[in-house]
């Protein structure tokens, strides 16, 4: 693996400007690869890593950086959670760690930087200096990943009638996929977001996996956007 700085760096040229959130984000998944033993996530180990991140802002495109997981490679997954959070999973070991970061962590970088009017600033250099302990919540998770989740899998191609674009469908869309999911009544209630057509069945499953982290957002059904119906 490379240096925080060098990670830093890199994040500031693909995110477009250094910010708070790379030095989070670059932190977050440096963490998740360290206690997967994943050191070279671009090299000899690019093909073991699965992400899902759980918040479309900043530190997630740190988190690409880090582990050379890109949605167009479908080896990142994003699931629209509002959560500073990533999980990293090792598709040859199968083992899957969830890697938050800690609210009190906004907090304690204002106790340790109080001189720095700048909340941005503050943070930046705050989350350099705080401990993986301080600023990250980790758990083992276990993660169901069947083979239409895969980076790699070619899904179902269909050519819209109305627009003559072909579809190509992957796992959150397919008939198959949603097949697998378990049925509605089976799990919690979720979801005040209808209008997501097509996506519960991969929402789902981690949905499965989330329930078993007890840390889990306790306010999922305002956030998880499952239908209620699927
Ligand atoms: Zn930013």
Redesign the pocket.
């Known amino acids: 693996m490379k240096s925080l700085d060098e990670y830093i760096h890199d994040a500031e040229q693909a995110?477009?400007?250094?910010?708070?959130?790379?030095v989070l984000g670059v932190r977050l998944a440096m963490l998740g690869l360290q206690k997967l033993g994943i050191d070279d996530p671009h090299g000899k180990d690019r093909k073991r890593l699965v992400t899902f991140v759980e918040i479309d802002?900043?530190?997630t495109?740190a988190v690409a950086v880090v582990t050379g997981c890109r949605l167009g490679k479908r080896a990142l997954k994003f699931r629209d959670w509002g959560k500073m959070a990533a999980t990293f999973v090792d598709v040859g070991s199968g083992k899957a760690i969830r890697v938050a970061a800690k609210e009190s962590s906004k907090a304690l970088a204002r106790e340790m930087h109080p001189e720095i009017a700048d909340k941005n600033q503050q943070q930046m250099l705050a989350y350099r200096e705080i401990s993986d302990d301080d600023l990250f919540a980790t758990q083992w998770v276990k993660v169901e990943l069947p083979p239409e989740e895969f980076p790699g899998y070619k899904g179902e191609r269909v050519v819209c009638v109305a627009s003559n674009i072909t579809n190509q469908f992957s796992a959150s869309s397919t008939p198959p996929a949603r097949r697998r999911a378990p049925r509605a009544e089976s799990l919690p209630r979720q979801n005040a977001f209808p209008g997501s057509a097509g996506r519960s069945a991969a929402c789902l499953l981690f949905c499965r996996m989330a329930l078993r982290s007890p840390e889990f957002p306790p306010d999922r059904r305002l956030r998880c956007r499952c239908r209620p119906d699927t």
């Not at 995110?15 to 790379?22: D, E, N, S, V, W």
Request: charged letters at 15%; a neutral charge; hydrophobic letters at 25%.
């Open positions: 995110h477009g400007h250094l910010c708070a959130g790379q802002r900043c530190a495109d």
